[in-house]
């Protein structure tokens, strides 16, 4: 491994931090290389702060509108750009009208007439970058690593040309060890599951909701007279309104579980969105999931699951982990 490589490992794997910055910051100049040519004159290669920004946004964009990871463990005082972040996030949903999480590589910002406010945020993030992070990244055990040169004033970082090169010929690579690194961060932060899931899924363009239609059979046991009824309200749902839930949010779990899923009301669902459960519901689900597990054939895979999930207690595990 070159030894340039090696300076950009030992500094992503032994960073000091008190928050995410580091991550995004190296992930974004890694990812800017890919687009540096083999066949370029020019012996030095610039990157601007803005369009390091951008990236750095995407990632938390991503991470936040799907899952609202915590991204340090001071939660009365979340990293700057997080709430730079949640802010734009905010406004793309009063303009949409709905919560419905949309990637940010397929968001046109002058649809929902926020090209102003990106804009504001883009900026307002890069500055933090100068003040905060691209300086520190270099630094490490009280030395310095001169893997690139930083002009703050005009706003540019500098590579070699043979330096950008070799972090694109490495870039695989020093994508998983940033990804390693940023969910062992995480998990230090928070108490969801499935985090180094969630992170790969960001990279991977494989956050996909699965239709829920193949647990109707098993839904569908728990009403003798076939009525359908709402989980929440108990009012029988008609078939054009019919939602499936899962009653500790999927943003948290990030998975399709028997256990955690309900038939309610589609309007419902929708209202429902990210918040907590209450306890009555919680204890709801626990009594039904027992009644559920007795109704399934009990040599199927299913109900092997859902069984694992009642001994284990997974309605309350989960949903105290969610509370914190």
């Not at 690139?148 to 540019?156: R, V």
């Not at 699965?210 to 008609?238: N, Q, T, V």
Request: charged content about 30%; overall charge positive.
């Amino acid at each position: 491994m070159a030894d340039y490589i090696k300076q950009w490992h030992n500094l992503i794997s032994n960073c000091s931090y008190d928050n995410t910055y580091k991550m995004v910051w190296s992930k974004a100049l890694v990812e800017l290389t890919l687009n540096v040519s083999d066949s370029t004159n020019e012996d030095t290669v610039v990157f601007d702060f803005n369009d390091i920004a951008k990236l750095c946004l995407k990632y938390y964009w991503n991470q936040t509108i799907y899952f609202d990871l915590i991204q340090s463990p001071n939660l009365k005082k979340p990293p700057e750009i997080i709430s730079f972040t949640k802010e734009l996030i905010k406004e793309f949903f009063n303009k949409k009208g709905t919560v419905q999480p949309i990637r940010f590589e397929k968001i046109d910002f002058t649809v929902y007439k926020l090209t102003d406010k990106y804009e504001v945020t883009i900026k307002r993030i890069a500055k933090t970058l100068k003040q905060d992070v691209c300086w520190r990244f270099k630094n490490l055990e009280r030395k310095t690593y001169e893997i690139y040169t930083l002009d703050k004033t005009e706003g540019k970082i500098y590579f070699n040309k043979n330096d950008a090169l070799t972090l694109k010929e490495n870039s695989n690579y020093l994508f998983t060890v940033i990804n390693y690194r940023w969910t062992q961060m995480l998990e230090g932060f928070n108490y969801s599951p499935r985090i180094s899931r969630k992170v790969r899924a960001i990279d991977d363009d494989n956050i996909r909701r699965a239709s829920l239609k193949k647990f109707h059979k098993h839904l569908d046991l728990m009403f003798d007279d076939g009525i359908r009824k709402c989980f929440y309200c108990g009012k029988e749902i008609a078939d054009k309104d019919l939602s499936v839930d899962h009653v500790i949010p999927w943003s948290f779990m990030f998975s399709d579980d028997l256990w955690n899923l309900v038939y309610c009301h589609r309007g419902e669902n929708s209202e429902k969105s990210n918040r907590l459960p209450l306890e009555q519901d919680i204890l709801r689900l626990e009594e039904r999931n027992k009644a559920l597990l007795q109704r399934l054939e009990n040599k199927s895979k299913d109900y092997d699951q859902l069984q694992i999930s009642v001994e284990k207690d997974h309605v309350r595990q989960f949903w105290t982990s969610f509370k914190g």
